[in-house]
Nanobody, 124 residues
Framework: QVQLVESGGGLVQARDSLRLSCTTS????????MGWFRRAPGKEREFVAA????????IYADSVKGRFTITRDNAKNAVYLQMNSLKSEDTAVYYC?????????????????WGQGTQVTVSS
């Protein structure tokens, strides 16, 4: 099993920045990719960004491309989401997820382990 814990959420103003962190523990050697997803009030969960755990390749949702950056620190078994130029529509609960099935993917079904989520609220 892999355990994930997110942190770094909060209340910010539009155009501010925020960095989310996700620390992992347990069978971290099984991780192939990490991703961030979010669920806004009244909406479906959506993909935000993903990173390949070994090669470092990244993919992003079009809505965050150019504003958000996903990075990893293998030594610390952690993944981060730097969010710049935040907009009110970025308000959501953000979830960290780990995939043991390979690659970096935008499909939630391919992620095996999930964190509890951290709230990000952007006021306009």
């Amino acid at each position: 099993q892999v355990q994930l814990v997110e942190s770094g959420g909060g209340l910010v103003q539009a155009r501010d920045s925020l960095r989310l962190s996700c620390t992992t523990s347990g069978r971290t050697f099984t991780i192939e990719a990490m991703g961030w997803f979010r669920r806004a009030p009244g909406k479906e969960r959506e993909f935000v960004a993903a990173i390949n755990w070994r090669g470092g390749g990244t993919i992003y949702a079009d809505s965050v491309k150019g504003r958000f950056t996903i990075t990893r620190d293998n030594a610390k078994n952690a993944v981060y989401l730097q969010m710049n130029s935040l907009k009110s529509e970025d308000t959501a609960v953000y979830y960290c997820a780990a995939s043991t099935r390979g690659g970096g993917t935008m499909f939630a079904v391919l992620y095996d382990h999930w964190g509890q989520g951290t709230q990000v609220t952007v006021s306009s």
